[in-house]
């Protein structure tokens, strides 16, 4: 007897192969793709101090906002040894990462890698990090029982190939003598080993070719211009904090930056079937939007600005319309008008389900969980017509299952550093 | 082949192994019944009335969770004062309805969290969603949505209860405070569905009624109290948008609590996630003008109140309606209650 499958086993997959990984799937996109990648500097001196200062490397596009690269492999690690690293250990680390600058030029069409460390790794000294707020992860509303994620360190590859992803990665865990034509010095081996891989992708078109996943309707419903599952662009200029805004500004990991990674997992069968565009307009941005139509196709014509001045405060709209929108809600976090996190986030069909991995970067690990509890929208909740979930943003249409915390120190440290490298 | 054809075989197999096929050609025909034609502003008997079965439910402290089925059917989303059509998929199965209710009272609960509900076969998950907050009129208030299943078979379905926030009254101070989460097994057959009662009414259909509330022995109805429940020191009653208001000022340790209890005409649900106000006044002063917040309690149930200064009798009370009540609506329900102006009273 035929029966229809759903779940998993039923989709007709195709994993990409940044998802997958490994030799072959290097060896794929490297034929696949046919580019010359530019080789990164020999003078390693001439980078920035902060490893997150991203944003002069990349493109920017017609209305001034940062291209994301478009693959992402995120590398959890765990420290092999026992107690604190060594500086022999601390050395080939750094010799590994140079060698993937040397490799690959910093930019879209290169590599950009940031490595962080986890309160876990620096209670390996019985400390916390200098001058540095780095409290463990914990859930962040009271709707939500995410598991906590703790790894010594997480290394972000992001490229608009995914062969430098792939090659990046295979070079970290020393299975590449030499990449894009320069000899790998180190390698992560015998240091870190990989406790979990997590990948993904954003950028118009990439969601519409991978949507064929649990979590997604079938068929068609992620527009081809759509950078994102939920089909409207993020990461407009005025809605990211400024890279000088979120870096450390004292103490010895002065020009570092905290990070905050939680994988979220998409329920986005109702978002398209069920709510109307006027409906996903108004939860993503704000009620305003929708009743004005200020929101075309994926909202590139907002430009630079998803227009958040025009919403009124999620107070308001909660009381007269019964709802609230997802970015009316978080510019409520901004401070003196400016936002407080920069998102690196990326989509992912990780574990055949559509998910988020929600990378951001903020100077203190505060400034993420006073956003997200403006995202969260308790307050405007309590005392309205919206529900804790229904018609509170996009809150609904998501279930956050992991979450992370990690300091992402100034370029000089971030090879295992103490947690006072200024000792 | 697509999966259209695939209905179709699957369907022909089910047909043949059927000593008749009624339930085959019902189930055709339920999908296509016509929605009433010049529906009122109104609450109004619908096209057709489902049964319903119940699946199983689940226990943990003070709260229990049932879970229930019928024939997949269309409703409508609330945004605002717009209502979404949502029509039915070909590949949805069933309408899973799941309500969660305080045993000691049983006091349905229209927790603000809402629940999440994840139907599992062989260890995976085969839809996951969180389901709206709802109302229909043989069920009153409960959470539901369309879901696909697998085709015939043994399922496990996962409800998860969110904490509540809401404000919570006499023997519900501090209780529902964390979330909860149950197993429920469900053996799905669809020659079983099919055997749910479904009866079109063209005689009914249309007129300004409603259909009567379920009776399941297990499971409590959201069914608001009647003025004559309460132990208050007035109540009073005005209507407004086809919705019927229950006001009542009760005696609290920290003063008079004034208590606005919206429900449904004829069966009495309770009218959650609408934005009210009350202003308050005594010979033409202001006494009081606030937003309400939603509030439960053993004896009020679901209901908008706060504590007010003072009380003496012969004041008036503007109820101001600031957004309808957000909850989904099931047919004969979606096109009353969202325009719903101001009504006055005097206590």
Redesign the interface.
Known sequence: ??????????RSFVKSAVAIGGASAFAACTNREQVDVPQGTDDLSTLPQRQHAWNDALDRDDHGNVVAPRHRVVLLLDYVGEGTPSDDEREQVEHALGSLERAYARGNDGLLVTVSYSPRYFSRYDASPAGVELPEPEALA??E?PDLDRPDAVVHLASDYGQVVLGAEQALRGEHESLNGVEMAASFDGVFEVAARRTGFVGRGLPAENQDV??LP?GDAVDEDAPLYMGFKSGFEKAQASEDAVTIDAGPFAGGTTQHLSRIRL?L??WY????R??RV??MFC?AHADDGRVEGVGDNLGSDSGMDECPVPHDS??????VGHSQKSAEARRDGSPRIIRRDFDSTDGGEAGLHFLSIQRSIADFAETRTAMNG?DV???????????NGIL??M?VERRGNYLLPPRAHRSLPRPDPAA | MQRRDVLKASGLAAAGSLAGCNGLFETQSLRTVPLVEDRPDAVYVPSHVEGMEMIGMGTKGRRAVGLMYSYPHRFWTVTGTRTEKVSLREEDSVHLMATVWDVETKTVLPVDAGVTVDVRRDGESVAKRSPWPMLSQNMGFHFGDNFALDGDGTYSVVVDVGATSLARRGSFAGEFADPLSVEIPFEYEQATRDEITFEKLPDRKGSRDALSPMQMDMVPLSTAPSAGDLDAMTTATTESGDATFLVAVVEDDDGPYLAVSPRTPYNRYVMPLMSLSATLTRDGETVFDDALPAAIGPSLDYHYGTTIPSYEGGEELTITVDAPPQVSRHEGYETAFLDVPAATVTL
């Open positions: 007897m035929s029966q229809r499958r759903r779940g998993i086993s039923r009271p709707f029982d649990e979590g079938d329920h069968e109702q079937e069920q709510d109307s006027y409906q108004a939860k009620p909660a009381r007269s319309k019964g709802m308790t909740s309590d005392g309205s017509a919206v529900g804790t979930r229904t018609n609904q249409y279930t």
